[in-house]
């Protein structure tokens, strides 16, 4: 019955009217436009060095991706240059899927997919389209309350839950496979979710949504650290007024920033983040208070939140803000901060006693620290 109620949830409702849209399919929100002279000089430079561009990644990918794997062990330099500088948004969604490891799991795992979503059935449904309408609600693609868009992100998520029921279903998951689906299928968005989580070819990524939120919590405690090391006057001056990660930086790490910040900047981030991993994020995290730092550093506690989740325009400028990030070196730091983190919280071995089993409970999600990572609203 509750699985009936959950699909006649699906009949799509009527289509928005027609709104101005942006190149990656999002509603404009600012109609002023430049001078039309100014916007087609600008725009035929674009295209052709975008054009170039383009040719350059075709030839180094190769037909459906048969040259990459040759290619990046021929010239790895090459290709980490040109993926910081952003793929090409055309081959996006293929770049990704070799990057990932996730072409390789579906080739490896025929039909899987199906099976999950048509035959398959998860405690999650009902918390998946509760949550739905909540993913990229400014995208012409999953606008239409129950249209195709939405359907997709569903039986993505559905999917999920039922492939990895330690994990199940967690909020800010959505906003990964949304993203996703915009440059793939709901198939090969899929896949690329599960080498995601479970570590194909960077570490797994699934401690960001496990019970209590762990790899949040170790994410943010080295963030914090990196701060008071790389820009010690702010590291003191959050500390004044106690200020800490969890209030502003949780969802940076859920969504890898795809949650609130300009999908421009967003885009570039996955395509490091696919290829180097979470380094990326911790490095964007760190450019951002050095690019504010001056700003930051004057501003009480209530002011201080508000810039954190509210960072300015000129800040999110991905060719700005990337450089700058990736002139922050944190890999050897945050090896050495993992291994320190696990020495703290190693736990002692359980005493064994003849307890009567308990039944199972449902995952409490919420974080055991004073301060818990910030629900996405």
């Known amino acids: 019955m509750e699985r009936k109620r959950a699909n006649e949830e699906f009949d799509p409702g009527p289509l928005s009217p027609a709104k101005p849209i942006d190149k990656y399919g999002f509603i404009k929100q600012d109609q002023n436009n430049p001078p039309e002279g100014l916007t087609k000089n600008k725009l035929a430079g674009e295209n052709e060095r975008g054009e170039s561009k383009v040719r350059k990644w075709r030839k180094m990918i190769g037909v459906g991706g048969s040259d990459w794997k040759h290619y990046v062990r021929r ?24 990057i990932s490891g996730s072409r390789d799991l579906l080739l490896m795992n025929p039909g899987v997919y199906e099976q999950l979503v048509i035959y398959e059935t998860s405690a999650s449904e009902l918390d998946i389209i509760r949550d739905i309408s909540r993913t990229f609600p400014s995208h012409v693609f999953f606008q239409q309350r129950h249209g195709p868009g939405q359907r997709s992100l569903y ?17 800010g998951m959505g906003f990964i496979a949304g993203l996703l689906l915009l440059y793939m299928s709901e198939e090969d968005a899929f896949w690329l979710l599960v080498a995601l989580l479970k570590g194909a070819v960077h570490a797994p990524m699934e401690g960001l949504y496990l019970a209590g939120l762990p790899l949040v919590q170790q994410y943010l405690c080295h963030f914090e650290q990196l701060v008071k090391e790389h820009m010690p006057k702010l590291g003191e001056h959050f500390s004044q007024e106690m200020i800490n990660p969890s209030m502003y930086a949780s969802q940076w790490f859920i969504t890898v920033f795809s949650y609130s910040f300009p999908f421009p900047l967003a885009l570039r981030i996955w395509d490091v983040f696919l290829y180097e991993g979470v380094k990326v994020v911790f490095q964007v995290g760190l450019a951002l208070m050095r690019y504010c730092h001056d700003d930051l550093i004057k501003l009480p506690f209530e002011k201080l939140i508000h810039a954190l989740r509210n960072f300015p325009e000129d800040a999110m400028n991905p060719d700005a803000l990337l450089p700058m990030a990736f002139s922050i070196k944190v ?30 409970t449902s995952h409490d999600r919420s974080s055991p620290t004073e301060n818990p990572p910030q629900p996405i609203p």
């Open 155 to 171: 039986n993505v998520l559905k999917a999920y839950s039922v492939y990895d029921r330690d994990v199940g279903y967690v909020q």
């Open 331 to 360: 890999t050897n730091r945050l090896e050495e901060l993992k291994l320190e983190y696990e020495k703290r919280n190693v736990k002692p071995p359980c005493p064994v006693e003849p307890v009567s089993k308990q039944p199972k």
């Open 75 to 98: 010239k790895p330099h090459v290709v980490r240059r040109r993926i910081r500088r952003g793929i090409p948004d055309c081959l996006r969604g293929l770049v990704w899927q070799l």
